[in-house]
């Protein structure tokens, strides 16, 4: 497709599960980002990569969490032994490229978490 | 660290009133300033930017917002909406040096009534 895909869209899994949330960035755009946005609030930035390589990782908020993108396109958000407080929907988004800024992210429609 | 601050979290309006949502944003340098708005069970999309030049931009389907740069705030407005101006708009805020990475106000919930 055109846009930015994510999936799943919607995953429920039990507290202490690992997660995998799948981003694959509209073609030919080397920056990727993931957002996480939780209810009643604005989208939250987690990690951005440039290329392949995570260029600011500042967001995420322990190291349960991590994101690879491994050929510089589709890139996957882990979460390990997930908490409850870590229900939310998780956004990404992507650009052309993160050197130069165009101000405009694309984003995917997210992947809703639930932790039972 | 940059920060976003929006200060209506749900506005209800009739249709052809007009909207003023207020953002200020908190940095002390070179800052570009965004609205992203999503409508229901649909994605964020970008309303309007500003990066230099003019401080009154305008944007898609009538939005405009201004940036005033000593009240640290760009405010989006619309003389007067329309039932499908219903949705959630966020502002944002990046400086030149973090790519494209936004900061994101909390939102602001929109409700036109027809």
């Known amino acids: 497709g055109a846009g930015v895909s994510q999936t799943p869209s919607n995953k429920v899994t039990e507290k202490g599960k690992y997660v995998e949330l799948r981003c694959d960035p509209i073609s030919g755009h080397t920056a990727l980002y993931w957002y996480r946005q939780s209810l009643g609030q604005g989208p939250e930035f987690l990690i951005y990569?440039?290329?392949?390589?995570?260029?600011?990782d500042s967001g995420l908020p322990n190291d349960r969490f991590f994101a690879v993108r491994p050929e510089g396109s589709v890139s996957t958000l882990k979460i390990q032994r997930t908490e409850r407080g870590d229900s939310a929907v998780y956004l990404c988004?992507?650009?052309?490229?993160?050197?130069?800024?165009?101000?405009?992210?694309?984003f995917g429609e997210g992947s809703r978490l639930t932790v039972l | 660290a940059q920060s976003v601050s929006q200060h209506n979290h749900h506005v209800i309006l009739s249709e052809a009133a007009s909207l003023e949502l207020g953002c200020n944003y908190s940095?002390?340098?070179?800052?570009?300033l965004f609205w992203y708005v999503q409508y229901p069970g649909q994605h964020l999309q970008l309303l309007l930017k500003?990066?230099?030049?003019?401080?009154l931009v305008k944007g898609i389907k009538g939005f405009e917002a201004e940036f005033i740069k000593s009240k640290f705030s760009f405010n989006l407005r619309k003389p007067s909406v329309q039932w499908s101006d219903t949705a959630e708009y966020f502002c944002a805020v990046n400086n030149n040096n973090a790519g494209n990475m936004l900061t994101f106000g909390g939102g602001t919930r929109l409700m036109v009534k027809p």
């Open positions: 988004a992507s650009s052309l490229r993160a050197s130069r800024v165009t101000g405009e992210l694309f």
């Open positions: 940095y002390g340098g070179t800052v570009n």
């Open positions: 500003y990066f230099s030049g003019d401080p």
């Open positions: 990569f440039q290329g392949t390589g995570a260029a600011d």
